[in-house]
């Protein structure tokens, strides 16, 4: 909340009012500037700048992120360009252990001088709370990688494609949703250039270049008449690859009631079709409340499996660190160490990597110099393993960490952040047809809506963009006002079915906040399209 | 390092407009240093410390504006700011809604700096956090908490004549203590621009008090009931409310503030008779800056006057298109009160529930503001004036335009969340279904 006044305030002019919440201190830039880099020698010697100042006032163990962080931001409302921002956040953070504790500090102003002033400033940090400190730190044992380079594998650098392109792409979609019949429409486009360079008393100096990218849009349609206004957002999903994602092929077309995509968008294709279901939207049927069989499409499933299997398998929150914001979990270390706690049915399977080609998530090392992997979270439906870092990696007996560790900028230190997790695809042949020929009376959904969930992660309640009756295994009309509530273990267990592979699609959001001082960070989920048995579904109409 | 004082901001913003060969160019700088510590498990976990200042220039041609920014101040730096973003502006797409810059404006200085807050060092957040520590380790309970300080300047100046600058510090403290068992848990946060008035030891005993009590909660049917919502809870809940006061949105037809064939509910009865809100940003007990972005003054402003809406925020553009004067958004919301304690409105409930605070909160029909969240870090059960026993948290699913229409009481404001907010009784509050989170 400071952090957004602090923008506002900051920001006398239009554009700098429009900035979305790129980190507190990005900067205004030619977009052309984006593309220089700096040269890894010039960071190596940085680097070490504050590996020494740090040792020499009694660190035991320092790294340092010299991060460039670039973004993107074109945004569009009806007619008008509303905003394009060209953001760089340029500094270096740096972690210390020092009596047994963590200090961090940061500067944006990047000599050797204030490097080795603000390796000082983080000692010192750490020696005033070593005196209120409990247990020491420890931290999992990493081998040094030298001197190592990954980069997001892409076709085209957002950065590099022109402004004018993107402006003229994104007036395009609000043409054609006001010429279908939207009275309003906003479409925007991000891009983000993450260039990281960690080093660590370790012997590791790994320079990383992480691309991601995020078209979106959405239509509102009004009924003065009866003061109804409905809205649809885009189906896009936000992606870790360059522009490459905004040309769609053929096989990235998912057909049914509304197109859906694969590794490729077409956002021309998807804003049209938006405006039609959302006018539909104006006259659906209210849902009656009660129990239905839910087919949940990739595009909504995603956000369940973030909300109520991401965030609970996290260490750090089933520990208690997260105890004072986003909370605690209910999957306590008894239930894993118990090898039989019934997560789910035995058809769900879910996996955590930092690996997956396109997906947000993917990186080559994480920001504590730790390569990066995949492992099981759930496994034929119990629960076998968690997300971890360095320092709490031995609290589940890993002799090394998972490589979850992730800090949104340079200022801002690094900590558990979620890696992608994914449900595996059903091994038997099942298509979405199939699987809702077998429903009687059951709901489709399609697109993220209204989420919420506590903070132990027991008791959800989710919306969605599209809802569609299923009555006895056909498609009956579309509905409104649909929630579902559930609690997420008797959810996953009413798990029925799942889709094979071929119907397999990412999600995921490119703004999951935690923490305090708050941090967002980018990650994906995979899903096929999986039904859930027997859901409590609410009506969520109300007058004022 | 990076505080300026009003003069020294104003003579670097100065020189710089003096470089710009534009229609018109507006600066800002601004500046901030603080720290922080978090804290769980009864342990320090992370702490850190961050200094910065930049200056950001816009340079206008016509309706064109580019943007461009910098953290060093030399000449040639400075300069160099001006010329990348007169080159950008004459790149960008006009902008139809481009309103011309605001000449000279007075703004009133505002109460939102304090010294003591600006001095405070590591090791002063460190004796506090030991303090709050402390309450936990006695009494056997597990403590996570975060708190930061932080010094900021904001100022703004432009070719017409404008000039604003603005300095605050803010000290922010929350906890949550459990119980060593995982079956209770309690929660106080708090902010002030002076650190004097931050007691972490009084507001850690708060949340320990709730730890406890909370324990062994019990299972009660969701459904309606009266609510006691501390202030807390109705500041989550009505912060969402506030940013719905929006002229350009009701007058388009897709806000709750919309009216059903066109036009906005501005000058209708939308909530009880016993609600009143303002915002002043000379509030001593909750001051803000007295200039908001636009350049505009902010000023006392009564948006609910005895339920009925008596103002939406106009922007400068759509208060030219509507023939209005511009209102910014309040900062500083306060909603009027009464006399009367927590404890008071509790004594006087038959059968009710007292919320601490509410976790969660999303927008389900913006259409109706119907929202959807819980219930966290204590919920209790009242019973002829007293708390009798815990209960388990609750999903409620409510809009807080129904929930101001069905106010029973309202105590003493106090600061907290988005503002000057009462503990308020609130009949026929819906929960939707149990939770088995603590």
Redesign the interface.
Known sequence: M?RKD?L??????????LLPDFG??A????PLQALEKIDVKIKKELADVALNAAKAKGASYTDVRIGRYLNQFVSTRDK??QG??N?ESFGVGIRVIANG?????????VTKESIAKTAE?AV???K??A?????AVQLAPQKGFGEVSWKTPLEINAFEVPIKEK?DLLMNVNDIAIQNGA??VNAALFAVNEQKYFASTDGSYIDQDIHRIYPTFGV?V?D??????K?QSALSSPMGMGYEYMNARPEDKVAGVITRYKNRYDILGDVKEATRVAKEKITAKSVEAGKYDLVLDPSHLWLTIHESVGHPTELDRV???????A??S?L?LDKWQSKNFKFGSDKVNILADKTQVGSLGAVGYDDEGVKCKEWNLIKDGVLVNYQTIRDQAHIIGLKESQGCCYAQGW?D?Q?QRMPNVSLESGKAKLSVDEMIKDVEKGIYIIGDG??????????F?F?GQLYYEIKDGKIAGMLN?V?Y?S?TQEFWNSCSAICDESDYRLGGSFNDGK???GQSSAVSHGSSTTRFNGV?V?N????? | MAILSKEEAQAILKKVISYSKADACEVSLNGSNGGNIRYARNAVSTAGQVDVMSLSVNSTFGKKTGSASINEFDDASLKKVVSRAEELAQLAPENPEYMPLLGAQTFPESKTYNENTATMSPDTRAEMVGKSLGVAKAANLDAAGFLENSTRFNSVMNSKGLFAYNKSTNVSFSVTIRNKEGTGSGYVEQDFNDLSKMDVLALSKIAAGKATGSAGAKAIEPGKYTVILEPLAASDILSNMFRGFDARSADEGRSFMSKKGGGTRLGEQLFSENVNIYSDPMNPELPSATWNGDGIALKKTEWVKNGVVKNLAYSRYWAEKKGVEPIPFGRSMVIEGGTQSLQDLIKSTEKGILVTRFWYIRSVDPQTLLLTGLTRDGTFYIENGEIKFPIKNFRFNESPIIMLNNVEALGKPVRTGSGMIPPMKIKDFTFSSLSDAI
């Open positions: 400071k602090f506002y305030l900051s920001g006398i002019g239009a554009s700098a009012l507190a201190f900067n205004p830039i030619d008008r360009v394009v921002a953001t504790c963590w200090g961090f500090a940061a500067t944006n102003t400033q010192a940090v750490a005033a709370n005196k209120i400190q409990g247990e402006v009275n309003f509102t009004i003065r008449a009866s003061g109804k206004f809205t520990l208690g660190y997260e105890a004072n914001y909370g605690t209910f306590t200022n230190v900590f209204s989420y919420s969930i506590d903070q132990q992660r027991y008791n309640q919306g006002d929630a509530q609690n923490g305090q001082p409590n609410i969520t109409a109300r007058k004022i």
